[in-house]
């Protein structure tokens, strides 16, 4: 299994991204997917997730209502749109994989400890 994280750069406040995870080696489909984000000097958080069915998701409070989380199936890609994008929203993005416990399940974990997959990261750096 392997993710592929994409699509960090340098924006301004008010801009937007499309953060994608590409999976390869696995199916995605049917299991829970989460972004995860760790700031400088600080504790990896959970910015969102979805489960399987996509009728599950979740998403941070400082996120909600900017951020969209989203499940290409073609594709086998998972999205995080990012709107409205703050100073304080700089960070290295990165996307996990749930594969315990989250098949066929309505269900995605918030807690990073949960995934078993990770893929390797991407900065997003909302600066004026």
């Known amino acids: 299994v392997q993710l592929q994280a994409s699509g960090g750069g340098l924006v301004q406040p008010g801009d937007s991204l499309r953060l994608s995870c590409a999976a390869s080696?696995?199916?995605?489909?049917?299991?829970?997917v989460g972004w995860f984000r760790q700031a400088p000097g600080k504790e990896r958080e959970v910015v969102s997730c979805?489960?399987?069915?996509?009728?599950?998701?979740y998403y941070d409070p400082d996120v909600k209502g900017r951020f969209i989380i989203s499940r290409d199936y073609v594709k086998n890609t998972v999205y995080l749109q990012m709107n409205s994008l703050k100073p304080e929203d700089t960070a290295v993005y990165y996307c996990?994989?749930?594969?315990?416990?989250?098949?066929?399940?309505?269900?995605?974990?918030?807690?990073?400890?949960?995934?078993?997959?990770w893929g390797q990261g991407t900065l997003v750096t909302v600066s004026s």
């Open positions: 080696g696995f199916a995605v489909d049917y299991y829970a």
């Open positions: 996990a994989l749930e594969i315990t416990r989250s098949y066929g399940r309505d269900w995605c974990p918030e807690m990073g400890d949960e995934y078993e997959y």
């Open positions: 979805i489960g399987s069915g996509d009728k599950t998701t």
